[in-house]
């Protein structure tokens, strides 16, 4: 059974980077794209970007200038680090997985709450 | 960008009835459009893949349907566990975007 398990900082100050990773178990990377996608709390869905395991990317053009997803395959990790955060960034964070050519998310991991404060 | 709109935002509805669940593209997507069912505390669950098809262990009283702008969630014989927030998710253009969501609510 596949699982995703995000990790990383529940608290980062405004100006600074936040930093996540998301763990994949029960099966390989490969072959399969990783994306980042959050929730501000009590509000909807906003897809950040995705990965390829071969490091090509994708990101949301509302948020590129300051987003970077990378992949470690030898890890079966991909991370995320969006700079400059403001108490906007403030949400529930989610990895998951999807395989090309089918761009919505069977597998996602529980969460995780970051929040931007001083 | 595409947008997403669902409607309604709160719908209340008892556990037995039938429910359908609007979801508006701001221009054609296709078939290329998901739904997600969201428990609070949870991550969301797909649904419905290619506007019509259920994912892997969905039971068959979820239908979806629609294509280009309009598409619909049917939700047959509600249980209790249905009662949630679903969304929609166009991925016919990057970025994929998702609608604001429905809150099915037990009334």
């Known amino acids: 059974q596949v699982q995703l398990q995000e990790s990383g900082p529940g608290l980062v100050k405004p100006s600074e980077t936040l930093s996540l990773t998301c763990t994949v178990s029960?099966?390989?990377?490969?072959?399969?794209?990783g994306s980042w996608i959050r929730q501000p709390p009590g509000k909807g869905l906003e897809w950040i970007g995705y990965i390829f395991y071969t490091g090509s990317t994708n990101y949301n053009p509302s948020l590129k200038s300051r987003v970077t997803i990378s992949v470690d395959t030898s890890k079966n990790q991909f991370s995320l680090r969006l700079t400059s955060v403001t108490a906007a960034d403030t949400a529930i964070y989610y990895c998951a997985r999807h395989q090309p050519g089918r761009p919505y998310f069977d597998y996602w991991g529980q969460g995780a709450l970051v929040t931007v404060s001083s | 960008e595409i947008v997403m709109t669902q409607s309604p935002a709160t719908l209340s509805v008892s556990p037995g009835e039938t429910v359908t669940l609007s979801c508006r593209a701001s221009?054609?997507?296709?078939?290329?459009l998901a739904w997600y069912q969201q428990n609070p505390g949870q991550a969301p669950r797909l649904l419905i893949y290619?506007?019509?098809t259920r994912a892997t262990g969905i039971p068959a009283r979820f239908s979806g349907s629609g294509s280009g702008t309009e598409f619909t969630l049917t939700i047959s014989s509600l249980q209790s566990e249905d009662f949630a927030v679903y969304y929609c998710?166009?991925?016919?253009?990057?970025?994929?975007?998702f609608g604001q969501g429905t809150k099915l609510e037990i009334k």
């Open positions: 029960g099966g390989s990377i490969s072959n399969y794209y």
């Open positions: 221009q054609s997507v296709s078939s290329n």
């Open positions: 290619g506007a019509s």
């Open positions: 998710q166009q991925y016919n253009n990057w970025p994929y975007t």
